[in-house]
């Protein structure tokens, strides 16, 4: 692992998204911690002055809700665990509208599922808000619906939440606040041969044999849940820095390139991710089945896929949805966006681009998926 902190990627970063996790936000589940929130609060104006444009990522509202419900321990129930976010949601929501308010900036809030990120239309719809709010000036603060979703509450974190967010925004950085350092090389407190890693290449396998362990009574998340969130956060192109959200002005001066925390480093350029994109994160609606001198192009010479290569249709996709290239074996070769809907295709199988326009009445594009929104598998 290196020591040699890449201070540009965060001091070059001019779209960040930032995580913060229930232990930090209710300090502990003692309540909601209002000198904190004003202090990160106070940073993000800060930045947003200094140009950048910042989505907050905020764990606390079931542990919020359990502190107003009295509760100390945090219950298995999921109907208990919806009633207590619920009840949360409301302080969590206000608290931070109050201190970013007061640092000058304008706020909104958004509850997100995974559902809502797996689905393209909704996927779509979540982005055109977020990136309409950041062009508005707005800081959203995003949370996951705990109230009315089971397994994200069980199952789910907010640290692969702030990573499927980084992915929709295409951030240049994903920053997790959280009560640890950063990450050891063991458990410090077992082992006193551990070392702190400074830096490391998000994805690298040794990264999660290192972290492990359940978080804290108050949240769900533990290290290995941050190594996985700088993995899928990585696949979008987006670095990651897990840091200490008590730090002195840690977003600050991690802005200014200092060293704090630990960094995973994404391998991933930007004109990469969207392929990536394509291939890790979206449901297939269907495919296309190709002969094999279509197969040859698409493969070997990485050429876009033309209506004559084709020779069956599989699913019921729309224009704009990610399906498979298969050969005549099943064997898939290729994803990508398709540039027409499942019947249209089956029309076009075996034709010329030119009949196009004469089959369907218009001419969209004279393939059916193009290479550059293609991503050979």
Known sequence: MTRNFSSSVLRDARR????VGSSLVT???????????GEWSRQLGALVRDGRELVMVSSGAIAEGMK????SVRPKEVHELQAAAAVGQMGLAHMYENKLRENGLRSAQVLLTHADLADRERYLNARSTLLTLLGLGVLPVINENDTVVNDEIKFGDNDTLGALVANLVDADAL????????????????NPDATFVH???AGDPALELMAGGAG???????????????????????STVIAWGREPDALMRLARGEAIGTLLVADTAKH???KRWMADHLQLRGAVIVDEGAARKVRGEGKSLLPIGMTAVDGDFSRGDVIAIRDAAGVELARGLANYAAAEARLLCRRSSTDIEGLLGYSAEPEMIHRDNLVLM
């Open 16 to 19: 960040l998204v930032v995580k």
């Open 27 to 37: 300090n502990e589940g003692k309540g909601l911690d209002e000198q904190a929130i």
């Open 68 to 71: 107003r419900l009295g509760w």
């Open 175 to 190: 920053v997790i606040l959280t009560d640890q350092k950063g990450l050891y090389t063991a458990d410090p407190r077992k």
């Open 199 to 201: 830096e490391a290449q």
């Open 216 to 238: 804290s009574s108050i949240g769900r998340g533990g290290m290995l849940t941050k190594i996985l969130a700088a993995k899928r956060a990585a696949g979008s192109g987006a």
């Open 272 to 274: 990469q991710a969207r």
